[in-house]
């Protein structure tokens, strides 16, 4: 049995049951794609939302930072995104992660002439470093932001 396949490149193409299946898998894996592409930017657009927050940036300095943490620590940028948000939910940011995402606010807040202080949101590990290397880096002061919240309407 033959089928015919309808596309913008090929118009009426030919098929046999077997290429039309190969298509469909072909279609099927693209599919999936696209949907860990999107779910994956939803995840990040997040991220950035919580760098602006906590990091007092705008939201293409935020972009950067996580882009910069993501190159600096070798993890990929959904999973920077993923420990950032958990962090902002309360959970613990892994210390590389944390380390890189503060030199970053510093970096970004510096460039914009808004003063870089480490403490704004990225709170020190319990070894009292500021996350600069310098071992009489301030400890944190500002709140850590809890549980978000969002308006039901």
Do not use: C
Not at 83 to 95: F, T
Not at 120 to 131: N, Y
Request: aromatic residues 4%; hydrophobic residues 40%; charged residues 25%.
């Amino acid at each position: 049995m033959a089928f015919f396949a309808l596309s913008r490149q090929e118009p009426l193409t030919l098929l046999s049951a077997t290429d039309l299946a190969a298509q469909s898998d072909r279609l099927q894996q693209e599919n999936d794609q696209l949907q860990r592409a999107v779910s994956s930017h939803a995840v990040i657009d997040q991220a950035i939302g919580a760098v602006v927050v906590l990091g007092r940036l705008a939201p293409e300095e935020a972009w950067r930072a996580l882009r910069d943490v993501s190159q600096r620590t070798n993890v990929k940028l959904r999973t920077v995104a993923e420990h950032v948000l958990a962090y902002a939910q309360g959970g613990p940011l892994p210390e590389p992660v944390r380390a890189e995402l503060a030199k970053a606010i510093a970096r970004y807040r510096r460039y914009r002439g808004t003063p870089a202080a480490l403490s704004d949101g990225l709170p020190a590990p319990d070894g009292g470093d500021g996350g600069d290397g310098s071992p009489g880096a301030a400890a944190p002061s500002g709140p850590r932001p809890g549980r978000a919240r969002t308006a039901r309407r």
